[in-house]
């Protein structure tokens, strides 16, 4: 018989929860109608993306007409960069419109980082980087804030990182970037956007927009038990804030994101935000007493002197889910870890970097972690399912992996 398995990798993926899994059967069965097309079938399809927006907007504290569905989190981030440097080079005179400029920071996820690479490739955009302090964690809001220029037109800096679970400091951020537009308007310099990637937030602690102060922020299904679409807020689309779509087609998402909406993924999402809405503060607190109880164990099992922890830093607030860590010791390789563990399913760092194998997590690097501590890492992130006991069959699985080797 196989033995029981403990998955503690909810920052890769949540299970679909069975409410959210139930709307989406019965938006298959019953809403397979097209929601473009005027008879009841239609009607009744639009219907229920109608409520699914407003499930989301109510989420995160903002309007249904601010809420645009997308594939997931990767298009949304690639639509908010899109925008930003569309609308500079719009507002810009046309015989010299220059490059635009993005600042974003040294442990974003690849799908911000990346689009940002391949920007400047193409000599379309220039991006800076902003280290994070080893102190903190963190990206600091003076080192983002001098970090801008002229001809910045977007600062995109997440709201919790996916590996570490430092939470970074966006709404003290906005009140700045918000002076500072003031100023800049005097000057005639463009408006500096902000954008949040939220993917690892919602469902763990309060997201608020109005509280945050973005633009823009993205909502990603899969990390809060809901289906595997997600969401773009924007702080009024095309009039308080630019919205510039990837895709040309039949109009739907007020032509922000056309193609015939995917309506039992979107009614999956609605389910899933109206359970955040409902329970975040009780999945927030559950979360958090198990996260300390898995670092508590480990504590006592392999001793304080063998185990560092990676994503305790003085003064910044982390996930209440996620414990990065490493068992210190030679040949004791996060990957070599968890190829000896029977028990426990969980990764080194980010999911989409898994198959990397042997190098040390550049976020930890970058977090002013030691390579050779790094090296060892592993991320444990646990749900909102997650039992104690789960922690101690974990955790006695981890033991006699590090005794085999």
């Not at 997201?207 to 990390?223: A, N, P, S, W």
Request: aromatic share 4%; with cysteine.
């Amino acid at each position: 018989s196989t033995p029981r398995r403990v998955y503690l990798d909810h920052n890769a993926t949540t299970p679909l929860a069975p409410e959210a899994a139930q709307a989406v059967q019965d938006a298959l069965s019953q809403a397979w109608g097209n929601p473009s097309s005027a008879h009841p079938a239609g009607r009744k399809a639009k219907e229920l993306i109608g409520s699914a927006r407003e499930n989301l907007a109510r989420m995160v504290g903002a309007r249904p007409e601010d809420i645009v569905f997308t594939s997931g989190g990767t298009e949304a981030n690639n639509m908010v960069i899109h925008t930003a440097c569309r609308h500079f080079l719009e507002s810009q005179p046309r015989d010299s419109p220059g490059t635009p400029h993005i600042v974003t920071s040294s442990v974003e996820h690849d799908s911000i980082r990346l689009p940002l690479e391949q920007l400047g490739r193409d000599s379309l955009a220039e991006a800076t980087l902003v280290p994070v302090s080893p102190r903190s964690g963190r990206a600091e809001v003076d080192d983002v804030l001098a970090a801008i220029r002229p001809n910045t037109c977007l600062v995109s800096l997440m709201l919790a990182n996916n590996e570490t679970g430092v939470i970074m400091p966006v709404a003290e951020l906005s009140q700045r970037i918000r002076a500072l537009n003031q100023r800049r308007a005097g000057q005639g310099l463009p408006r500096v956007l902000l954008h949040t990637d939220a993917a690892q937030m919602i469902g763990k602690g309060r997201v608020d927009v109005q509280e945050l102060g973005v633009d823009y922020l993205t909502i990603v299904g899969h990390k809060f038990y809901g289906p595997r679409i997600g969401a773009l807020y924007v702080r009024g689309p095309g009039t308080t804030a630019p919205l510039h779509p990837l895709l040309f087609g039949g109009g739907q998402e007020r032509s922000f994101r056309p193609g015939t909406e995917n309506t039992p993924m979107i009614a999956g999402l609605g389910q899933a935000a109206e359970l955040v809405s409902r329970n975040w503060e009780a999945y927030e607190a559950h979360m958090r007493d198990v996260r300390d109880y898995l670092e508590a164990r480990l504590e006592a099992s392999f001793g304080k002197e063998r185990v560092h922890f990676n994503s305790r830093f003085k003064g910044s607030k982390r996930l209440c889910n996620t414990c990065n860590f490493s068992i210190l010791g030679p040949g004791l390789q996060g990957h070599r870890v968890l190829a000896h563990c029977k028990v426990l399913l969980a990764s080194v760092g980010a999911a989409c970097h898994s198959d990397k194998g042997e190098r040390p997590s550049p976020v930890l690097l970058a977090c002013g972690i030691p390579p050779a501590v790094a090296q060892n890492a592993l991320r444990l992130s646990v749900g909102r399912d997650t039992s104690r006991a789960d922690v101690d069959l974990a955790v006695q699985d981890l033991l006699q992996a590090v005794a085999q080797l």
